[in-house]
Protein backbone atom coordinates (compact mmCIF):
# COMPACT_ATOMS: atom_id res chain seq x y z
CA UNK A 1 0.00 0.00 0.00
CA UNK A 2 2.97 2.16 0.88
CA UNK A 3 4.63 1.43 -2.53
CA UNK A 4 1.08 2.29 -4.44
CA UNK A 5 0.64 5.83 -2.46
CA UNK A 6 -2.40 4.21 -0.69
CA UNK A 7 -1.36 5.58 2.42
CA UNK A 8 1.58 7.90 4.00
CA UNK A 9 4.66 7.04 5.09
CA UNK A 10 3.73 7.93 8.63
CA UNK A 11 0.51 6.37 8.77
CA UNK A 12 2.80 3.27 7.90
CA UNK A 13 4.90 3.44 10.35
CA UNK A 14 2.58 3.96 13.06
CA UNK A 15 0.69 0.75 11.76
CA UNK A 16 4.13 -1.02 11.84
CA UNK A 17 4.73 -0.06 15.23
CA UNK A 18 1.62 -1.56 16.34
CA UNK A 19 2.14 -4.73 14.71
CA UNK A 20 5.20 -5.11 16.74
CA UNK A 21 3.56 -4.16 19.89
CA UNK A 22 0.82 -6.59 19.39
CA UNK A 23 3.54 -9.48 18.32
CA UNK A 24 5.34 -8.80 21.65
CA UNK A 25 2.21 -8.82 23.40
CA UNK A 26 1.46 -11.96 21.78
CA UNK A 27 4.64 -13.47 22.83
CA UNK A 28 4.21 -12.80 26.28
CA UNK A 29 0.93 -14.22 26.41
CA UNK A 30 1.94 -16.80 24.94
CA UNK A 31 5.14 -17.81 27.48
CA UNK A 32 2.41 -17.11 30.35
CA UNK A 33 0.41 -19.82 28.93
CA UNK A 34 3.38 -22.01 29.39
CA UNK A 35 3.67 -20.84 32.96
CA UNK A 36 0.17 -22.95 33.52
CA UNK A 37 1.49 -26.26 33.00
CA UNK A 38 3.79 -27.76 35.93
CA UNK A 39 6.27 -29.88 34.77
CA UNK A 40 8.41 -31.53 37.21
CA UNK A 41 12.38 -31.16 36.65
CA UNK A 42 12.81 -34.97 38.07
CA UNK A 43 11.38 -38.16 38.57
CA UNK A 44 9.98 -37.74 42.68
CA UNK A 45 7.18 -38.33 45.23
CA UNK A 46 4.90 -35.22 46.21
CA UNK A 47 6.07 -34.15 49.62
CA UNK A 48 3.25 -31.73 50.23
CA UNK A 49 0.71 -29.75 48.34
CA UNK A 50 0.51 -26.05 49.25
CA UNK A 51 -2.46 -24.90 47.73
CA UNK A 52 -6.51 -26.77 47.13
CA UNK A 53 -7.94 -27.93 44.50
CA UNK A 54 -9.41 -25.03 42.17
CA UNK A 55 -7.76 -22.36 44.70
CA UNK A 56 -6.37 -19.29 42.74
CA UNK A 57 -3.06 -18.56 42.61
CA UNK A 58 -0.27 -15.80 41.35
CA UNK A 59 2.77 -16.08 39.36
CA UNK A 60 5.66 -17.99 41.11
CA UNK A 61 3.32 -18.82 44.10
CA UNK A 62 4.67 -22.34 45.51
CA UNK A 63 2.11 -25.18 44.84
CA UNK A 64 4.04 -28.13 46.28
CA UNK A 65 6.90 -29.77 47.34
CA UNK A 66 8.57 -32.55 45.25
CA UNK A 67 11.59 -34.68 46.66
CA UNK A 68 13.64 -37.08 44.62
CA UNK A 69 13.57 -40.68 44.89
CA UNK A 70 16.96 -41.34 44.01
CA UNK A 71 19.01 -39.04 45.93
CA UNK A 72 19.01 -37.41 49.52
CA UNK A 73 20.65 -34.35 50.62
CA UNK A 74 22.00 -33.37 54.32
CA UNK A 75 23.10 -29.69 55.33
CA UNK A 76 25.19 -28.42 58.51
CA UNK A 77 26.84 -25.24 59.06
CA UNK A 78 30.69 -25.25 59.24
CA UNK A 79 32.74 -22.18 60.63
CA UNK A 80 34.47 -19.50 58.13
CA UNK A 81 37.98 -21.25 58.99
CA UNK A 82 37.20 -24.41 58.04
CA UNK A 83 34.56 -23.46 54.81
CA UNK A 84 37.80 -21.49 53.51
CA UNK A 85 39.98 -24.07 53.73
CA UNK A 86 38.07 -27.06 51.90
CA UNK A 87 40.12 -28.98 49.21
CA UNK A 88 37.85 -29.38 46.01
CA UNK A 89 38.60 -32.98 43.99
CA UNK A 90 40.09 -34.48 46.73
CA UNK A 91 37.72 -38.03 46.34
CA UNK A 92 37.68 -38.21 49.99
CA UNK A 93 33.75 -38.93 51.36
CA UNK A 94 32.63 -38.53 54.45
CA UNK A 95 30.32 -40.67 56.75
CA UNK A 96 26.60 -39.89 57.69
CA UNK A 97 24.87 -41.77 60.52
CA UNK A 98 21.13 -41.16 60.70
CA UNK A 99 19.84 -41.30 64.52
CA UNK A 100 17.03 -43.51 63.66
CA UNK A 101 19.28 -46.01 62.13
CA UNK A 102 22.81 -45.98 64.73
CA UNK A 103 24.45 -48.99 63.50
CA UNK A 104 24.41 -47.86 59.95
CA UNK A 105 26.99 -45.59 57.96
CA UNK A 106 26.63 -44.35 54.90
CA UNK A 107 29.38 -42.74 52.52
CA UNK A 108 28.50 -38.93 51.39
CA UNK A 109 29.60 -36.43 49.04
CA UNK A 110 29.76 -32.89 49.28
CA UNK A 111 27.27 -30.99 46.93
CA UNK A 112 27.67 -27.37 47.30
CA UNK A 113 28.39 -24.77 49.85
CA UNK A 114 26.77 -21.25 50.48
CA UNK A 115 29.35 -18.36 49.49
CA UNK A 116 27.26 -15.79 52.33
CA UNK A 117 27.61 -16.56 55.62
CA UNK A 118 24.20 -16.89 57.98
CA UNK A 119 24.30 -13.49 59.84
CA UNK A 120 22.88 -15.23 63.08
CA UNK A 121 25.49 -17.74 63.13
CA UNK A 122 28.01 -16.37 61.39
CA UNK A 123 28.75 -20.08 59.89
CA UNK A 124 28.31 -21.23 56.11
CA UNK A 125 25.58 -24.34 54.95
CA UNK A 126 27.64 -26.83 53.61
CA UNK A 127 24.88 -29.69 51.59
CA UNK A 128 25.71 -33.30 51.43
CA UNK A 129 24.04 -35.63 48.80
CA UNK A 130 24.14 -39.77 48.94
CA UNK A 131 21.88 -42.43 47.31
CA UNK A 132 18.51 -42.81 48.74
CA UNK A 133 19.17 -46.05 51.49
CA UNK A 134 17.24 -48.81 50.40
CA UNK A 135 16.92 -50.48 54.27
CA UNK A 136 14.79 -47.86 55.51
CA UNK A 137 12.63 -44.69 54.96
CA UNK A 138 14.46 -41.17 55.14
CA UNK A 139 12.11 -38.28 55.41
CA UNK A 140 12.79 -34.34 55.41
CA UNK A 141 13.44 -33.51 59.06
CA UNK A 142 15.25 -36.39 60.32
CA UNK A 143 18.53 -35.98 62.10
CA UNK A 144 21.48 -36.99 61.18
CA UNK A 145 25.30 -37.27 62.08
CA UNK A 146 28.13 -36.61 59.74
CA UNK A 147 32.02 -37.76 60.57
CA UNK A 148 34.31 -35.85 58.42
CA UNK A 149 38.35 -36.21 58.94
CA UNK A 150 39.09 -32.46 58.55
CA UNK A 151 42.90 -33.59 57.61
CA UNK A 152 41.78 -34.77 54.42
CA UNK A 153 39.62 -32.07 53.02
CA UNK A 154 41.65 -28.88 54.20
CA UNK A 155 44.78 -28.22 55.31
CA UNK A 156 44.20 -27.62 59.01
CA UNK A 157 46.34 -30.31 59.96
CA UNK A 158 49.07 -27.79 59.68
CA UNK A 159 47.11 -25.11 61.56
CA UNK A 160 45.55 -24.83 65.62
CA UNK A 161 42.11 -25.05 66.11
CA UNK A 162 39.98 -22.11 66.29
CA UNK A 163 36.45 -21.49 68.09
CA UNK A 164 34.45 -18.40 67.69
CA UNK A 165 35.57 -16.08 71.00
CA UNK A 166 31.94 -16.20 72.64
CA UNK A 167 32.37 -20.42 72.99
CA UNK A 168 35.18 -19.93 75.39
CA UNK A 169 34.95 -18.36 78.89
CA UNK A 170 36.92 -17.80 82.48
CA UNK A 171 36.39 -18.95 85.63
CA UNK A 172 35.15 -16.64 88.35
CA UNK A 173 38.14 -15.08 89.85
CA UNK A 174 40.66 -16.25 87.65
CA UNK A 175 42.84 -13.33 86.00
CA UNK A 176 41.89 -12.54 82.59
CA UNK A 177 46.01 -13.02 81.68
CA UNK A 178 46.05 -16.39 82.36
CA UNK A 179 45.88 -18.74 79.16
CA UNK A 180 43.56 -21.17 81.00
CA UNK A 181 39.89 -20.85 79.79
CA UNK A 182 37.08 -23.05 79.51
CA UNK A 183 34.67 -24.37 77.12
CA UNK A 184 30.96 -26.30 77.00
CA UNK A 185 31.56 -29.70 75.25
CA UNK A 186 28.34 -31.37 74.13
CA UNK A 187 28.14 -35.23 74.25
CA UNK A 188 25.73 -36.50 71.47
CA UNK A 189 24.71 -39.79 73.78
CA UNK A 190 23.46 -38.10 76.85
CA UNK A 191 22.63 -34.57 75.25
CA UNK A 192 24.55 -32.87 77.61
CA UNK A 193 27.04 -30.34 78.27
CA UNK A 194 30.27 -30.48 80.58
CA UNK A 195 33.06 -27.89 81.24
CA UNK A 196 36.05 -28.74 79.77
CA UNK A 197 39.49 -26.86 80.35
CA UNK A 198 41.12 -25.61 77.45
CA UNK A 199 44.62 -23.37 76.70
CA UNK A 200 43.97 -20.82 74.56
CA UNK A 201 46.30 -18.92 72.30
CA UNK A 202 45.85 -15.37 70.28
CA UNK A 203 42.22 -13.73 69.29
CA UNK A 204 41.99 -13.49 65.69
CA UNK A 205 40.04 -12.49 62.93
CA UNK A 206 38.28 -16.26 62.72
CA UNK A 207 38.52 -16.44 66.43
CA UNK A 208 40.50 -17.83 69.49
CA UNK A 209 42.76 -20.17 69.03
CA UNK A 210 42.64 -23.23 71.07
CA UNK A 211 46.36 -25.14 71.44
CA UNK A 212 45.06 -28.24 73.73
CA UNK A 213 42.17 -29.35 75.24
CA UNK A 214 40.12 -30.30 72.63
CA UNK A 215 40.18 -32.38 69.56
CA UNK A 216 38.99 -32.18 66.10
CA UNK A 217 35.13 -33.55 66.16
CA UNK A 218 34.80 -32.64 69.31
CA UNK A 219 31.45 -30.81 69.44
CA UNK A 220 31.32 -27.17 71.73
CA UNK A 221 29.21 -24.77 72.27
CA UNK A 222 29.49 -21.58 70.24
CA UNK A 223 27.13 -19.28 72.21
CA UNK A 224 25.39 -18.70 75.31
CA UNK A 225 27.80 -19.65 77.78
CA UNK A 226 26.96 -18.12 80.25
CA UNK A 227 23.89 -19.20 80.66
CA UNK A 228 24.89 -23.21 80.83
CA UNK A 229 25.47 -25.38 83.84
CA UNK A 230 27.59 -28.62 84.02
CA UNK A 231 25.59 -31.54 83.64
CA UNK A 232 22.48 -29.44 81.66
CA UNK A 233 20.69 -31.21 79.11
CA UNK A 234 20.44 -29.25 75.64
CA UNK A 235 19.55 -29.45 71.96
CA UNK A 236 21.21 -28.73 68.75
CA UNK A 237 19.85 -26.39 67.00
CA UNK A 238 19.09 -26.51 63.41
CA UNK A 239 18.24 -23.31 61.74
CA UNK A 240 15.70 -24.27 59.30
CA UNK A 241 13.35 -25.80 61.81
CA UNK A 242 14.26 -22.73 64.55
CA UNK A 243 14.06 -22.57 68.29
Known amino acids: MLARKLIS ?53 TVLLLQTRDQIDIS ?40 QADPSTLTYKVVFSLPTPESFNVLPGMAASISIDLSKVTDLSNTRLML ?49 GIEPGDQVIAVGAGFLTEGQQVRPWNREEGL
Not at 21 to 47: C, H, I, M
Not at 169 to 197: C, M, N
Open 9 to 61: QSKFDEARAELKVAQASFNVAKTDLEYTYLRAPFTGSVAKLMVEKYENIQAKQ
Open 164 to 212: PVGAVFAAEGEPLSDSTRYIWKFDPQTQRVHRLEVTVGEIKQQGIEVLS
Open 76 to 115: IQMPENIVSRIKKDTGYQPTVVFDSHPGQRFLVSVKEWDT
